[in-house]
């Protein structure tokens, strides 16, 4: 018994130092293609998953092969591109958003797949799809949403803690040497002063635009400027809301995704397949992740809301988990 412990204890400590330690007996040194659905045709229709809060940071773990969200997407549409028999992708969105910068790249690289190998990709929402999710799928060629997929929430945010008040009662004092006077804007250990609120929110409005033209582009023939406007102020919308407002194309589920992901590649059928560490695991399109190991990799938004940092975010944050 004392030698499993210090058996285990020793695999812990490993895995704390060693930071290419996997503990994993159902994942792959490389990525697999697996079947999800079966046809007799040679054609493939590949599923990719963005899932979780779209950031550049990996979420590592000892029971972990995948890096960042957007090295995971965008090996995925390497392989695609180079796979003559992949005609068209499904992008599943399961995700709150995220980085600015990180939802701009995955914009991008979803566009330039789609330029160089004139394929289309169809976006399937899930239960969520908000800010950074609606700001990917507006690359896509077309947007379904399951019946209770909640999206938009067009706009961006900024997260600025205090931690003035708290530290005064403690008797702690920071002293800050500068360069100059906004040197330190933002600062958690002092009031934000108008000037500085002047400055982040000219950057705020910046990056709004940006959404706002990225939408406008995706949606081209479908929404005008003066039908969005009114609308990205950052709240949510149903999937019935969302198409009334033309936010999306169509609701409905996997199937309905899948023909008209047919349908926009001039295909009557297809295997659907993925791309996965965890073959063994991803027998279905119903699988927990077609990312992750199932259960021991799952991240909600509260998992993802400590390592916020810094920066500009599209991103739905609700009050209540601020």
């Given at each position: 018994?004392?030698?499993?412990?210090?058996?285990?204890?020793?695999?812990?400590?490993?895995?704390?130092?060693?930071?290419?330690?996997?503990?994993?007996?159902?994942?792959?040194?490389?990525?697999?293609?697996?079947?999800?659905?079966?046809?007799?045709?040679?054609?493939?229709?590949?599923?990719?998953?963005?899932?979780?809060?779209?950031?550049?940071?990996?979420?590592?773990?000892?029971?972990?092969?995948?890096?960042?969200?957007?090295?995971?997407?965008?090996?995925?549409?390497?392989?695609?591109?180079?796979?003559?028999?992949?005609?068209?992708?499904?992008?599943?969105?399961?995700?709150?958003?995220?980085?600015?910068?990180?939802?701009?790249?995955?914009?991008?690289?979803?566009?330039?797949?789609?330029?160089?190998?004139?394929?289309?990709?169809?976006?399937?929402?899930?239960?969520?799809?908000?800010?950074?999710?609606?700001?990917?799928?507006?690359?896509?060629?077309?947007?379904?949403?399951?019946?209770?997929?909640?999206?938009?929430?067009?706009?961006?945010?900024?997260?600025?803690?205090?931690?003035?008040?708290?530290?005064?009662?403690?008797?702690?004092?920071?002293?800050?040497?500068?360069?100059?006077?906004?040197?330190?804007?933002?600062?958690?250990?002092?009031?934000?002063?108008?000037?500085?609120?002047?400055?982040?929110?000219?950057?705020?409005?910046?990056?709004?635009?940006?959404?706002?033209?990225?939408?406008?582009?995706?949606?081209?023939?479908?929404?005008?400027?003066?039908?969005?406007?009114?609308?990205?102020?950052?709240?949510?919308?149903?999937?019935?809301?969302?198409?009334?407002?033309?936010?999306?194309?169509?609701?409905?589920?996997?199937?309905?995704?899948?023909?008209?992901?047919?349908?926009?590649?001039?295909?009557?059928?297809?295997?659907?397949?993925?791309?996965?560490?965890?073959?063994?695991?991803?027998?279905?399109?119903?699988?927990?992740?077609?990312?992750?190991a199932p259960l021991l990799e799952k991240k909600s938004l509260e998992n993802w809301l400590p390592q916020l940092r810094t920066g500009f975010y599209y991103l739905w944050l609700p009050e209540g988990q601020k």
């Open positions: 018994m004392k030698k499993s412990i210090i058996l285990i204890l020793a695999g812990l400590m490993l895995a704390a130092c060693t930071a290419n330690f996997h503990l994993d007996f159902l994942g792959k040194e490389n990525l697999e293609e697996v079947v999800l659905v079966p046809g007799a045709a040679k054609e493939k229709i590949l599923v990719i998953d963005v899932e979780g809060m779209i950031s550049s940071l990996a979420a590592q773990g000892p029971l972990s092969r995948e890096g960042d969200v957007l090295s995971r997407v965008y090996y995925r549409l390497e392989r695609a591109a180079a796979d003559p028999l992949v005609k068209g992708v499904i992008l599943r969105l399961e995700t709150p958003g995220g980085e600015v910068t990180a939802s701009d790249i995955l914009y991008h690289e979803i566009l330039r797949f789609k330029e160089k190998t004139g394929r289309p990709v169809v976006g399937l929402m899930m239960s969520l799809a908000a800010s950074g999710g609606y700001y990917i799928a507006s690359a896509c060629d077309s947007v379904i949403a399951h019946p209770s997929t909640l999206t938009g929430s067009i706009g961006v945010i900024s997260i600025f803690p205090s931690v003035e008040t708290l530290f005064d009662k403690i008797g702690v004092k920071m002293t800050i040497i500068k360069s100059g006077g906004m040197k330190d804007s933002g600062s958690p250990f002092r009031a934000m002063t108008e000037e500085e609120k002047k400055s982040f929110q000219g950057i705020i409005d910046e990056y709004y635009e940006d959404f706002l033209n990225a939408v406008l582009k995706g949606r081209k023939g479908r929404l005008t400027s003066d039908e969005l406007r009114p609308i990205a102020d950052g709240r949510v919308y149903t999937a019935k809301q969302a198409l009334k407002l033309k936010l999306i194309d169509d609701i409905g589920y996997f199937d309905n995704a899948l023909q008209k992901t047919l349908s926009l590649a001039s295909l009557k059928s297809a295997k659907v397949v993925a791309y996965t560490y965890y073959p063994k695991s991803k027998t279905n399109i119903y699988a927990a992740s077609l990312v992750e």
